[in-house]
């Protein structure tokens, strides 16, 4: 099976976003919309897919298909995304002194090199605590989206907790 993209609009605020295709059948046979979305008059966003897309859902193409969902829905709003193909769980909250907080867990018994996340900052330096008790600055750097910052975090051990203190950005911009 494979997911096409397509690319014209069904309507002005509906747009069928993938088409699952069949590759055994030669002129590859289509199997109908598996992801639409949609936008309501009062700017509302919308997406629903099928059950069939979820049985892929490990695979990189298909994460980066959600991630990027995830970041449509929320008018590219999230506060932080996960850039690496990683299993890894994030819970961001802002501090009345207007500083944010990520908790990472790296939930794989595979440890990571390189851990790369988008914050929603200021440019600036990230705090990265672990739970041993080490603390360093880490550099951000743009990322591909705006309002981001980029930053990477290395060696991320198996099963390991990490706490990443930063500036959130000016009020009204997410």
């Excluded at 699952?20 to 919309?33: I, M, P, R, T, Y």
């Excluded at 949609?38 to 059950?51: D, K, L």
């Excluded at 819970?91 to 990571?112: K, P």
Aim: include cysteine; proline fraction near 7%.
């Amino acid at each position: 099976m494979l997911w096409s993209e397509l690319s014209a609009p069904a309507s002005d605020h509906f747009s069928l976003a993938l088409r699952l295709v069949a590759l055994s059948c030669l002129a590859g046979c289509g199997l109908g919309e598996c992801l639409s979305i949609f936008e309501n008059p009062q700017g509302g966003r919308v997406a629903v897919a099928g059950y069939y897309p979820w049985t892929m859902i490990t695979n990189a193409p298909k994460v980066r298909q959600y991630r990027a969902l995830a970041r449509w829905l929320s008018r590219d709003r999230l506060p932080a995304v996960v850039e690496t193909l990683a299993k890894v769980a994030l819970w961001v909250r802002e501090g009345a002194n207007g500083r944010r907080a990520v908790a990472l867990i790296n939930a794989s018994l595979d440890a990571q090199p390189e851990l790369a996340l988008w914050l929603r900052m200021p440019p600036g330096q990230v705090e990265w605590d672990s739970m041993h008790g080490a603390s360093q600055r880490l550099a951000s750097a743009p990322a591909s989206a705006p309002g981001y910052q980029r930053v990477a975090l290395e060696n991320v051990a198996p099963w390991s907790v990490h706490l990443l203190l930063f500036e959130a950005p000016p009020a009204g911009a997410g």
